[in-house]
């Protein structure tokens, strides 16, 4: 709801913001016809009036019309004695058309990065083309152009503690076991795909290195670890009184994970020390193979 009133408020701001321009460049042509025409009251006869040539088009005055000084779009018409301002179709200059060309340029380079690039990046690829533009001028042309880059989400370790005091380390860098069932380890892994990160939580077993439970969610709670220690009770891989080695993670020190470790068997929990690598290193290589 916040997020579509921030949209709704954007929107109404750029629409005002618009309107607001339109009001200005109307009152500034105001002002120029008002100041143009006490000039002509003044005076009988035009200044440019050797200018002023005759048309019989129906769209202009019936008199002729001639440009004003210093301002080669606006076209001032003579008809029944009154000197009216009339605005004519402008004459795109270099500098538009130049803009125009530079906006084209800029959306070739943000589509070949697959929408990736920035407005910093764009002008480091157009100033290595030879084209020469200010980099303020290509974050505006993106800007008008709804040209937006694409902003990874920062990296997050998924071992977050929460302040619970750690289970005791049982199995002191020991990871071996001299029958199956008795020494277990587990970890989470994040799976990133083109529809969101995956998290997956893995039971090993360190007689054979054998994934006896796992489990795969769209959240890493700690329900995702207890559905792959009751996967590994139910296949019958699970000796009571069991040993289960994690990291620190506040999905392994929670209280759900550790009333399913009580039922599930009275598995111990163990856990080793932070950025202990041979822990590490147990889960990384079975999961790679």
């Known amino acids: 709801m916040a997020e579509t009133e921030e949209s709704d408020l954007a929107a109404e701001n750029k629409r005002l913001r618009?309107?607001?321009k339109q009001a200005k460049d109307d009152l500034y042509w105001a002002g120029q016809e008002n100041e143009f025409l006490k000039k002509?009251?003044?005076?009988?006869?035009?200044?440019n009036a050797r200018s002023v040539v005759r048309s019989d088009r129906p769209d202009r005055c019936c008199w002729g019309e001639a440009r004003v000084p210093d301002r080669p779009h606006v076209r001032v018409g003579a008809g029944v004695g009154v000197w009216v301002l009339r605005l004519a179709p402008p004459h795109p200059s270099a500098a538009a058309r130049r803009r125009v060309w530079l906006a084209g340029e800029v959306a070739r380079v943000f589509g070949a990065s697959n929408g990736v690039f920035g407005y910093r990046k764009v002008h480091a690829q157009l100033a290595d083309e030879g084209i020469v533009v200010c980099d303020r001028l290509v974050r505006d042309l993106m800007a008008e152009q709804g040209l937006?880059?694409?902003?990874p989400a920062p990296w997050r370790h998924l071992t977050q503690p929460d302040g619970t005091p750690p289970a005791p380390d049982l199995i002191g860098r020991d990871f071996a076991a001299t029958r199956p069932?008795?020494?277990?380890?587990?970890?989470?892994?994040?799976?990133d795909t083109w529809e969101g990160p995956?998290?997956?939580a893995t039971v090993i077993d360190l007689y054979n290195r054998e994934v006896i439970g796992w489990a795969?969610?769209?959240?890493?709670?700690?329900?995702?670890v207890c559905a792959a220690i009751v996967m590994a009770r139910r296949n019958r891989r699970v000796r009571r009184r069991a040993i289960f080695h994690s990291d620190r993670g506040s999905e392994y020190t929670s209280r759900a994970f550790r009333h399913c470790l009580r039922v599930n068997g009275r598995i111990r929990s163990s856990m080793g020390q932070v950025g202990c690598c041979p822990f590490t290193g147990q889960s990384d290589l079975v999961l790679a193979a």
């Open 181 to 191: 069932g008795v020494r277990l380890v587990g970890d989470i892994t994040q799976i």
């Open 216 to 224: 795969m969610a769209e959240h890493h709670r700690a329900e995702l």
């Open 40 to 47: 002509r009251r003044a005076s009988s006869q035009p200044n």
């Open 198 to 200: 995956v998290f997956l």
């Open 148 to 151: 937006e880059s694409c902003h």
């Open 18 to 20: 618009a309107e607001l």
